[in-house]
Each structure stands twice: as C-alpha cells, then as structure tokens.
C-alpha cells in the first residue's frame, strides 16, 4: 500500500483484527451467527395485546420490561416513528398508546398525554392502517364495519380468478389466510381489564367506516373495489354455510401444512399470532398441539434482557451466517477462516431440496434448492438468502480448497436460474408476482401486497451466477438480469434497495453484480453510479440515507447521519467499480476506524434496513458489526494488490 503511511497501515490492520475479534465472539456454539432483529414499537405492542386477548396470566416483570421498551423509543413528536428518530406514525402510536394503557400506565402519564395530543392533532386514531384496524375490531373499539370484508371463501377461487392467494405475496398469503377466519368468525378479545382507547378517536369509533384511498392507489380502481367491497358486505351473510364451512377447512388445511414447528407458518410473527387467535375462536383450548407450539413459537422472538424486553418479527440465523461468514473470509486469517467453514457447515443441512413450496405454482419443473432466511421456513425459501449462501460456499472452496458444497453449491443455482422472472429480474421468494393491481384493494392501504422482481435482489443473484463463472455474453440468465438492471438505473446514477435502506444499498448491491457480470469499468452505467455514490458522501467521510428516500413522490436519495452499515455499502460498491484509490474510498475508511468503539465493532441506532417501504423498517443488530469488517478487509486486501479488481459477487 504504497500511498497509505506506515501508521495508517496499522490502524488499518489493529481495526480489522478488533473487528474480526468481535465478529467471532458472537459465534453459537454450533457454528452460525444470530444477531437481533428491531422492528419499530407495533410487534412489542401487538405481543401484549395479544397476551390480553386471550387473557393469558399477566406476566408482571415480563410487561413492565416492554413496556420501558415503548416508552424509550417514543420520539420527540409525542408518537412513534417506524425508524430510530423517525416521523410520526399513527398505526404505530396507536398500538403502542393502547399496549402501554394495557400494562397500567395512567392515561393521565405524562408519556401518555403527550401520545393522545399527537395522535389527536393528526386526526386521531381513525387514520389508523387496515392492520391496527382489525386488531381494534377484535377488541371492540371499532366495529368490522371499518375494516374491508375478507370472505374466507377467497380460499375456493381458481387461479384464473383476478385475486387469488398464489397472485399474492408469501407474507400477505400467510398473514391473510387465518386472517380471513378470523374476520369470518368475528371473535371479541377476552381482554379481562376492559381496556379501551376511545379517547384517542375525535369520534365515535364505532360509527367510523372504511378507510380512505392510500396514496399509492389508483382512484380508479380503488374505487372499483370499494364498490365490491361494499356488494360483498350486503351478500357475505347470505352466503350458503356449507359453503363457508368448506372455505375455513380450506385455510385450515392450507395452515396445518405450513405451521412449521415452533419456527411457525412463514416464520414471521403476524401470521403466527392471527393463527393462535384463529384456533382460539374456532374453539380450541390452548393445549391443541398447532394452537399450542404456534403459541411457544412467538415467545421464541422474546429479546429479554437488563430492563427492556421486546419481540421481534422474525429471526434472521441464515443471512447473519452467510453474511458474516462473507466478512471473515475476507478478513482472513487462522481464526476467521475456520469460523467461517463452521458457520458454512452449518448451513449445508439448512438447504431446503424436498418441499415444493408455494413458489412451486408458477415453477412447477424446478427442483427446489433455495435456503430460508430462518432456523426453518421450508415452504419459503428466498432468492437473496440463497444467492449469498451459495457465493460463500463457492469462495470458501475456491480460496481455500475447502470440498463438501459442490451439491449444495449446483442445487442453490440450479433453483435461481429456475426462479427467474419473465421480465428479467428476480422477487425474493416468489416468480412473476406482477398483478399490480391487488395493491388498489382496499386490504393493501400498505402497498405491500406483492413481491415483485426488484434491483438489489436481482443483482444478488446475477452476482452469484458471476462468481460462478457467467458473463453476460455466456449466460441468458445473466444477458436478461443486467438489462433489466440498465433499465432500472435511475437517472442520478442509483438504484433502488427494496431490502436495505436504499439507494445507497441498491447502487452497492447492482455494482457488485455488474463487476462480477464482467460490465466494464468505464461503463457510462457504472461511471455515473460511481460519482453518485461519491457526491453523497457525508462531511465526516461516512454515508447514511434517511428512510423517507422511500416516498411516493420519488426524490431520490434523502440525507442522514453517517452509519457504519451505509458506509460500508458505499465502500463496497465504490471499490466494486473499480474506485479503490478514490479519494472518497480513503475518508470513509478513516470514518469506520474513527468510529470503532472499545469492543471492535460499530455503534447504530439508526435503521438501515427494510421490511416494507414505507410501513416497515428493521433495524438489523448483526449489520454494524460484520459489514464494516467486510469494506477494511476488502479495502486492505485490493491495496494489496496490483489489479485492484474485486473477483467474488459480493
């Protein structure tokens, strides 16, 4: 490293060595890496409302610790945001005001008023989402008037039919279907203190009807299904009840053939807690085995510790393996690289190659070969798990001789290229979900009702498929994935993340793929991406973005607060396009050993991820510790060398 000075070069290698350090000391005792999963204040809350709805022994220690959780990351505006001080939310405010009240908080607390003022002075609680509204339904606040009727019978239509389960998302059809008993039944939460929040409403909640157009719906058409949302609420009850008994059988038998063990139907909380509160109204005892493992499930993603506790929405063991993993073997050295092959040996068994899963509908011939983003989720593998895995099995025996992945290796690939969508991208779980349309029903006011093919998912998989050997010239996969990539560029040079926060994760997932896709350097594409990325870099050297990039009046990429994932992001992309001696290269390296705190690693309260855009928002625990590793390793390793040509996809 000829320009960087002996003193750099060894902060340089103390803070990888720190950081690999660190990273290794969070290792499970059978190989993987787990790291917590924050959502924002709605699963916390939705877990004690829960626990009242089936009124459950109260569990003294076990709310007042959540309930310091909610009352800390109450922000400034009185409400709660959706990200670390973020604007206010309603649905969010709702749940959390409603949760703490449930624990005993005083109306009268001063947390507690300044919540109802903010609520009130946006309305007030009837501008709550679709989802807040069914849970309020349940407990009687509001009536299922103001939440859209779910005939349960949508589980008898043929696939011809314009709405159909398989024309949804994976996390839609799994919420939806206990969902739709539930609204089927109408069941009352037990809720034995008889608390309620009418004071948040500037009305009558029970006179409130249907919600209003979402920004992101056509009016047209939503006033189409308005229409046949109000025709079903006038012939729902005349609908024959061997016919609606033949429906609630239906979406049984399509629950009972997912509910996965303890790790539960989709391994996400919302369809494992309607599933406890379906079985509750279908009258079954909280010793029936589905309602009873389904149940010891959801206290599975209980993070318990010191004086806060809260529940997350899911857990993520296979990305945090694969992507750690990633981050030693750059690193390298006699202890990373072990840990890294145990991590990888873990995972080999993990590689789901029985289960036809609901992806299956539209891919019929392929043979399944993908890994979940959980413990087990075998109806759901998803593309970008699998992309990541099979890239770090392909380094892990390229670099290092390392035999024992080859078959997980082309099974993996095998199961991507059949998973490829017509439009030449790749969703995360699931083939073509392009009906549009759905997200004008008046259910879908988040706009997340569809998983379509999407740019950073889309380059993981044409980064794997480049590891292993395609270029654009050789492989039809990899021709179609980059020109849905050039298609897909916005004009400043980005593109969007839909998984991570985003157009700084976007640009770095696309750059990594076309470096490996072999897309020249002097590419007008990846020339303009480069300076993009460049022109944001923030003045103390790191990058960060704002989840508000995310709104529907698209403005590109919004400032924020440098965060050491973001950086690393940027590094990563930046060095992928051939930028390692860039001047914005060395100050972002500079900023992470800057910002490296006492054991290694990287403070950030800030989100830098994404469930839904827009609705949902994760803050991944694991992202601050192994991503910076991963951009000074990468940095260190291509100074190193005279080519400084990054050869892996990621």
């Known amino acids: 490293m000829d ?19 660190g990273v290794l000391g969070f290792q499970q005792a059978d190989g993987h890496w787990v790291f917590e999963l924050e959502a924002d204040c709605t699963i916390p809350a939705e877990y004690i409302l829960l626990r009242h709805y089936l009124a459950e022994p109260v569990d003294v220690a076990l709310e007042a610790k959540i309930g310091n959780y909610l009352r800390r990351v109450q922000g400034a505006h009185g409400g709660w945001p959706l990200v670390h001080d973020g604007e206010f939310d309603m649905s969010a405010s709702v749940k959390a005001y409603f949760a703490l ?31 807040t509204r069914f849970l309020l339904a349940t407990f009687g606040v509001v009536t299922w008037r103001a939440v859209p009727v779910l005939p349960i019978e949508i ?9 159909h389960l398989n024309k949804i998302s994976y996390w ?9 008993v539930i609204a089927a039944l109408k069941p009352r939460a037990r809720n034995p203190k008889g608390v309620g929040i009418d004071e948040l409403f500037l009305q009558d909640p029970r006179s409130i009807g249907m919600t209003a157009k979402a920004p992101h719906q056509s009016m047209a058409w939503f006033l189409l299904f308005r229409s046949l949302d109000a025709i079903l609420r006038v012939l729902e009850p005349m609908f024959p009840k061997s016919l609606r008994k033949r429906a609630i059988d239906a ?27 379906m079985y509750d109204a279908l009258g079954k005892d909280e010793n029936f085995p589905p309602r009873a493992i389904t149940r010891r499930g959801i206290d599975k ?50 590689q789901e190659l029985e289960v036809k899963g609901d992806w299956a509908v539209k891919r019929p011939d392929a043979r399944p070969g993908g890994w979940a983003f959980q413990y087990n989720n075998a109806h759901y593998p998803d593309l970008d798990d699998t992309a990541v895995v099979v890239m770090s099995m392909d380094r892990m025996r390229r670099e290092h001789g390392t035999t024992g992945y080859d078959a997980a290796i082309d099974r993996g690939r095998e199961w991507i290229e059949g998973m490829q969508s017509d439009d030449g991208g790749w969703a995360a ?8 349309y759905l997200n004008n029903i008046p259910f879908s006011d988040h706009g997340a009702l569809l998983d379509p093919p999407t740019e950073d998912v889309t380059a993981r998989c044409i980064s794997m498929l480049g590891q292993l050997g395609e270029t654009e010239r050789t492989s039809k996969h990899v021709a179609a994935g980059v020109a849905y990539l050039r298609k897909t560029q916005h004009p400043e040079g980005s593109w969007y993340g839909r998984w991570g926060m985003n157009f700084i994760y976007g ?4 750059l990594c793929a076309l470096n490996m896709a072999g897309v020249r350097h002097d590419d007008p594409m990846m020339r303009k991406a480069a300076a993009w990325l460049a022109s944001i870099q923030n003045k103390d050297g790191g990058w960060g973005e704002d989840a508000v990039s995310y709104r529907l009046d698209y403005r590109g990429w919004e400032p924020a607060p440098s965060t050491a994932s973001q950086t690393a992001w940027a590094l990563l992309a930046l060095m992928a396009a051939g930028e390692v001696d860039h001047p914005a290269v060395a100050r972002g390296v500079e900023y992470l050993i800057a910002t490296q705190n006492e054991k290694g690693l990287w403070d950030e309260q800030r989100y830098t991820a994404t469930g839904f855009p827009r609705v949902f928002y994760l803050r991944y625990h694991g992202y601050p510790k192994f991503f910076p590793l991963w951009a000074l390793a990468r940095y260190r390793n291509l100074r190193n060398t005279n080519s400084r040509v990054v050869g892996v996809g990621m």
Request: charged share 20%; with cysteine; hydrophobic share 45%.
């Open 251 to 277: 979406a049984l038998a399509f629950t009972e053939e997912r509910l996965n063990g303890e790790d539960g139907m989709g391994a996400i909380y919302p369809p494992m807690a309607n599933i406890v509160m």
């Open 172 to 180: 839609a059809r799994t919420t939806m279907v206990p969902l739709m």
């Open 301 to 350: 993603l209980l993070v318990i510790k010191g004086e806060e506790a809260y529940c997350q929405p899911c857990v993520s063991p296979v990305w945090d393996t694969t992507l750690t993993a990633h981050a030693l073997l750059e690193a390298g050295g006699d202890k990373a690289v072990p840990a890294a092959k145990q991590g990888l040996d873990w995972l080999i068994p993990r």
């Open 101 to 131: 009240k449930m624990i005993g908080d005083s109306v009268d607390a001063p947390h507690m008023v300044r919540a109802r003022e903010a609520i009130h002075a946006r309305g007030g609680a009837i501008h709550s989402n679709v989802f």
């Open 155 to 163: 589980m008898l239509l043929p696939f011809w039919s314009p709405f």
């Open 507 to 510: 640009t770095w997932s696309v």
């Open 3 to 21: 320009s960087v000075n002996a003193t750099s070069r060894e902060a340089l290698e103390s803070s990888i060595a720190s950081a690999t350090q």
């Open 429 to 436: 779980f699931d083939v073509n979900n392009l009906e549009y």
